[in-house]
């Protein structure tokens, strides 16, 4: 496996997408291109030979897509005239873009609810033709009380300030039906080379010693790859109005993924279960941390929230057939990619 990634060379191939490339109308605007699963995108559809408008706050500093062959446009989502710019006449918008950690409910609520807001009255300006995929998350729908995860067509019970945010998101889009075409797709636990959030795991794994929270739990995860290869199959082939889960076809147990997780990286580890008032009383002081301006940290009151959710699972196996998606990368191979990414990167400490 190449240690690196490019426009020159994609963790997904220019060919592995071809047959949906033809159908997805041009040009491409598209927000969060600088980051984790934004920046693997932008560098396969460079490698098709197309050449996206990418939002970006400082074009001077584009983090992984310094390489890429994109048009820069410069502002957030906050950027009433940049938006306007990004999505001119454009096709296709793909809204990767969001807050992941925030120490209060409105900067979750700015970022991801009304952000989107402002990106849907660009699009009405600007582009009405464009067909629009928005990137959301599990989190809008919420954790499942059946392990066997939650469906599309459930009614959304998100538990967090995040996941309100993002079903707010959605529903944002959602105003644009009877303009434009657009669709939502929801991702779970997404990990993989440049991740940053389930970095976390590989850390505590390469540690021998992992803190997890106690009971049993069943997660849907999914390989950034395999995300990637959504967004343009739903760019295009999705239906008007429709709503999909993506992850591997079938949930497993917590502990069943993190022994996998252990094994391909030839650690040795011993997991010790914390109770969930701890994880609670935890995230309480990262919140306070973070609003004191500390960004980076891991475990805030509302990730503590989710984290000691019962099941963070998903029915993807209906969502996958519908976009012409087959299973994907599995857990063992996808997770040897990101221990070896991680290592030559000098991740893991």
């Known amino acids: 496996m190449a240690s690196d990634f490019s426009p020159a060379n994609p963790l997904v191939a220019a060919d592995e997408v071809a047959a949906w ?13 600088t980051g984790f699963v934004g920046s693997h995108l932008v560098e396969t559809l460079c490698a098709a030979g197309l050449r996206p408008r990418v939002l970006v706050r400082d074009p001077d500093r584009p983090r992984w897509i310094s390489a890429a062959d994109v048009e820069w446009v410069a502002g957030d989502l906050d950027d009433h005239d940049a938006l306007d ?3 001119q006449d454009s096709g296709t918008v793909l809204h990767l ?9 409105a900067d ?6 009304l952000g989107t807001e402002n990106l849907v009255g660009a699009v009405g300006r600007r582009a009405a033709r464009a067909c629009v995929v928005h990137v959301s998350s599990l989190a809008a729908a919420g954790p499942s009380s059946d392990p066997r995860g939650r469906s599309p067509d459930d009614a959304p019970a998100p538990i967090s300030a995040y996941g309100r945010s993002k079903l707010g998101a959605e529903r ?4 644009l039906a009877g303009r434009n075409r657009w669709c939502v797709l929801r991702p779970p636990a997404i990990y993989g080379p ?17 803190l997890v929270p106690a009971g049993e739990r069943w997660l849907t995860v999914a390989y950034v790859a395999d995300v990637v290869r959504a967004v343009i199959a739903a760019a295009a082939t999705a239906t008007d109005g429709a709503t999909y889960h993506l ?39 990262g919140s306070v941390l973070q ?40 857990f063992a191979d996808g997770a040897a990619a990101t221990w070896e990414w991680y290592r030559t990167r000098g991740w893991l400490g």
């Open 291 to 330: 609003r004191l301006g500390l960004q980076r940290i891991a475990l805030t009151r509302d990730k503590a929230t989710e984290l000691v959710a019962r099941h963070w699972s998903s029915d993807t196996a209906g969502s996958l057939a519908a976009l012409g998606l087959g299973v994907g990368v599995s």
């Open 21 to 33: 490339l033809d159908d997805i109308p041009q040009p491409i605007a598209l927000t969060g291109g």
């Open 247 to 285: 992850g591997e076809p079938a949930p497993r147990r917590f502990d069943e993924l993190f022994d996998e997780l252990a094994r391909t990286g030839d650690v040795r580890v011993r997991m010790v279960r914390v109770p969930g008032g701890v994880i609670a009383a935890a995230g309480a002081v």
């Open 194 to 210: 440049r991740d940053t959030d389930v970095l976390e795991f590989f850390k505590m794994a390469s540690r021998g010693v992992a």
């Open 172 to 175: 944002a889009v959602a105003g």
């Open 108 to 113: 979750f609520d700015r970022g991801n609810r």
């Open 97 to 105: 873009a969001g807050v992941v950690r925030a120490g209060r409910a």
């Open 85 to 87: 710019r990004l999505v």
